[in-house]
């Protein structure tokens, strides 16, 4: 029961009425009762169902039935999910399977000609799982196809096994690296990134795909979010972008993978603090984005404009970062969350919390869309926005929400920074005037444990400059601007 509820809550109701006209379709008998479980689920009566739709109790008969529903709806949603689906993957797919019916049909010409097409298309992308399959059927009807040498098709079918394979592997150490970090870890993340590339036996070097060093990249990048950690892992990207540096082969034939990798490197950068680095890595990006009759522009131009505009905010180029953010936050929630970010740093509330009225879906929304470290972000900067329009009531609860939402996550990750952080914040609340105090300032002292200018996330000290600006009685945009200047 808790299965079909969880599937019919991912439908809007379009999909919903879709799916019951999907079902009719499928039911034989006019008498079928799924229509009438889908409909009773969807409105929210789970209860004594067995009664409802027969009359009687019937628990055998009724689980059968919920059998029979939740295997509808995963069939349902595969069907429209394939059906949909335009990515490029997904028109190799249909083009591997199309070719596969031809061979069947024995139109041997139309059948090699398709395949030709999906081989193409699957190099260009590296998509060695596809490219499996495709090989796999090349040399089920290698026999006839006298335009292609056995040896050539064996020798292209061992080079992607071996990229297929290092695929494979990296997605073990992603899965192992994740694994080991949902747990606090007393070492550097990357320690724990590099140990894990030893068990596996794997040294990165020049023989790597670019979609392999940008798998490599963002790994590493997505441990250091996880655990907060992206000075230490920094030289050991630095260390993988050389080797990308160092490839000889044509960085356009592999244009997307460039583009990822330009801008996993400018936010790794960014995150340190090494605003200029990060900024000419954003000019490469671009660069990159307008080849190929800018190809992959639209593709990556949130992002391109979300990382140039908080680097210029943070080297005090305010005006130009806010204009840059208000052009791309209608299409981006990374863009709207970096401009209520800039608005509340320049003290511009009311325009930062009319941005925060337009977000507005759920946090679980959000979480399954943007991940909960975005939804944490969201959250803070709410706070403290209701706190600098002095909405009490609002304050209050959304502080209360905070930490039933946060506190066992956070707690569990040893992040106690954050709720040291909002308590600070609900004592500011609770009198203001006694932020200037030198008691205050001792709490503060107290409460945190420092951990060096160069360590320190950029984010973190973005939070606390509010903190100290007010203790200080101070610009809230100079004191951020000093506490990160490097």
């Known amino acids: 029961m808790k299965t079909i509820s969880a599937i019919i809550n991912t439908l809007s109701e379009e999909e919903q009425h879709e799916f019951l006209l999907f079902q009719q379709k499928k039911n034989r008998r006019s008498d079928t009762k799924n229509e009438l479980l889908f409909k009773q689920i969807a409105r929210g009566n789970t209860t004594n169902l067995d ?129 080991t970090l949902q747990h606090p870890q007393k070492q550097p993340t990357t320690d724990v990134v590099q140990r894990t590339f030893d068990a596996f036996n794997i040294k990165i070097d020049a023989s790597f795909t670019y979609k392999a060093l940008f798998q490599v990249l963002n790994l590493t990048a997505t441990s250091a979010m996880m655990a907060s950690d992206y000075y230490s892992n920094l030289s050991f990207m630095e260390e993988v972008y050389s080797v990308v540096s160092a490839k000889k082969e044509p960085k356009e034939k592999h244009l997307y993978y460039h583009i990822e990798i330009l801008h996993l490197m400018a936010t790794a950068h960014f995150r340190n603090k090494n605003f200029q680095k990060s900024l000419d890595f954003v000019e490469k990006m671009h660069a990159e984005m307008t080849k190929k009759n800018n190809k992959y522009t639209q593709q990556f131009y949130n992002k391109w404009l979300v990382l140039k505009a908080v680097n210029l905010n943070y080297v005090g180029d305010f005006k130009t970062a806010i204009q840059l953010l208000k052009s791309g936050s209608e299409q981006s929630l990374d863009c709207s969350l970096a401009l209520m970010m800039g608005l509340f740093q320049q003290q511009q509330f009311s325009e930062a919390y009319q941005i925060l009225k337009t ?94 200018k160069e360590r ?20 809230l945009y100079q004191v951020t601007l000093e506490l990160v200047a490097a």
């Open 51 to 179: 009664m409802v739709l027969y009359g009687k109790p019937a628990k055998n008969a009724y689980h059968a039935l919920c059998k029979r529903l939740q295997d509808s709806l995963v069939d349902f949603i595969a069907s429209k999910s394939f059906a949909n689906e335009t990515g490029e993957e997904m028109d190799i797919l249909k083009k591997l399977l199309a070719a596969r019916i031809f061979f069947e049909h024995k139109q041997y010409k139309i059948g090699f000609k398709t395949l030709a097409q999906a081989e193409k298309k699957a190099l260009a992308l590296d998509v060695y799982a596809l490219l499996t399959e495709i090989y796999h059927t090349q040399l089920q009807y290698a026999h006839l196809n006298n335009s292609v040498a056995l040896p050539v098709l064996l020798k292209k079918c061992k080079e992607n096994l071996h990229h297929f394979k290092q695929e494979q592997e990296l997605n073990m150490i992603y899965a192992t690296i994740k694994n």
């Open 456 to 475: 320190e996330d950029i984010f973190v000290m973005s939070f606390y400059a509010w903190l100290k600006a007010k203790m200080e009685q101070r610009d």
């Open 359 to 452: 977000l507005h879906h759920s946090d679980v929304w959000y979480e399954k869309k943007m991940g909960w470290i975005w939804v944490l972000k969201k959250s803070m900067i709410e706070i403290l926005l209701l706190v600098e329009l002095d909405k009490l009531d609002v304050v209050l609860s959304r502080l209360r929400r905070f930490r039933k939402k946060f506190q066992k996550r956070l707690l569990e990750l040893e992040e106690t920074r954050v709720l040291t952080f909002v308590k600070l914040v609900t004592m500011y609340y609770d009198n203001p005037k006694a932020v200037t105090t030198s008691d205050f300032s001792a709490t503060v002292e107290r409460s945190f444990e420092w951990i060096g």
